[in-house]
Each structure stands twice: as C-alpha cells, then as structure tokens.
C-alpha cells in the first residue's frame, strides 16, 4: 500500500455486517485501532496495553466504499505529526485482493500517564523510533 510502512491485515466477520448485509460504519474504529496496535508494538516496541501511553482525542473517517464479511481489509497506518504531547496518525483501508479504497481515516493520539491520569510529552525514545520507521521525523502537529 503507497505511503503506508505499516499495513495490517483485518478479515471481515459476519458479525461485523449490519442488516444491509455491508460492514457497519461503527466497526472501522475497531480496525483502525487493529493496525495502531500494531503501530505501537512493532515500531515503538509496546507489548501491554498499560505501556501503550496515548489514548484517543479524535477520529475522522470517509467512507468511500461498501465492505463485506466475505473481503478481507488491508489498513495502512502512519504517523503524520509529532507535537509536545500528540501524534497525529493516518490511514488508509483497502480491500486485499482487489485494492478497492473502502476508507481513508485521520486520528489524534495523546500521550497520556495512566498512573498519574494525565496527559504527558511524547518521549524522545518515541520520536527517535518513529523517524526511524517512518524515514524521517514527521511535522509537528
């Protein structure tokens, strides 16, 4: 997938249908955060979802074509901004045989102390790590 170093694969269910027999508008949160998790493990090395150390502060998502429990979904993600205390995160959700563009995404991460229930900068380590990934140190957000 063009632009996207990190792309998870996500099979569609039956479960994730809704009565007009197409995926639900409401499941793509779930597998953006399928391939964020996968972000968060395999390029900045957190295993355990209390090392995880961002939560959610936005989701935007355009639908731009009909998925189906029978397709299995290819979602790219990326980081396209570190600020202070955010990164900013898009992506992009295809149909794996076919390459169909099904949705494109954006999200706001912040970084967040759950021992101290509160936000936090994005440490150093993170944005070594993710310049190293992403071939460069995106732009603020």
Known sequence: MEGFRLVSEVPMRFADTDAMGHVNNARYLSFLECARID??????GRTE???FGVIIARTEIDYKSPAFHYETLLVGCRVDGVGESSLSMSHRVEEKSSGR???LAKAVL???DYAAQKTCRISEEWREKIATFEGGMPDPT
């Open 110 to 112: 912040v970084g967040y």
């Open 101 to 103: 563009l099904i949705a």
């Open 49 to 51: 979802p209390r090392e």
């Open 39 to 44: 972000y968060l493990r395999r390029v900045l």
